[in-house]
């Protein structure tokens, strides 16, 4: 089974950038279908950037010229590069693929 690890969260000052990254195990891993999403205390979880199964992307108006989701590489892996980070965008950021979740990783954005 497909097992997903996200990593690279952190604490950054509004404006500044951070790359989330989204390893996938095992030989079936594909980035497509792959989304990430973020849950904030007191919402639900959202979706802020998808490669659909038909390998476009899809991002949600919140972060859209200002996040950026790629891979699909031999690596495994598929990125969230995040830049321009506002506080809004602070919360916990999961990765999902055929309902499969990673642990989560922490992203806080300070003003």
């Known amino acids: 089974q497909v097992q997903l690890v996200e990593s690279g969260g952190g604490l950054v000052q509004t404006g500044g950038s951070l790359r989330l990254s989204c390893a996938g195990s095992?030989?079936?891993?594909?980035?497509?279908?792959l989304g990430w999403y973020r849950q904030t205390p007191g919402k639900q979880r959202e979706l802020v950037a998808q490669?659909?199964?038909?390998?476009?992307?899809n991002y949600a108006d919140s972060v859209k010229g200002r996040f950026t989701i790629s891979g699909g590489n031999a690596k495994n892996t598929v990125y969230l590069q995040m830049n321009s980070l506002k506080p809004e965008d602070t919360g916990v950021y999961y990765c999902?693929?055929?309902?499969?979740w990673g642990q989560g990783t922490q992203v806080t954005v300070s003003s």
């Open positions: 095992g030989s079936s891993f594909s980035a497509l279908g």
């Open positions: 490669i659909t199964n038909f390998g476009t992307v």
């Open positions: 999902n693929r055929a309902n499969v």
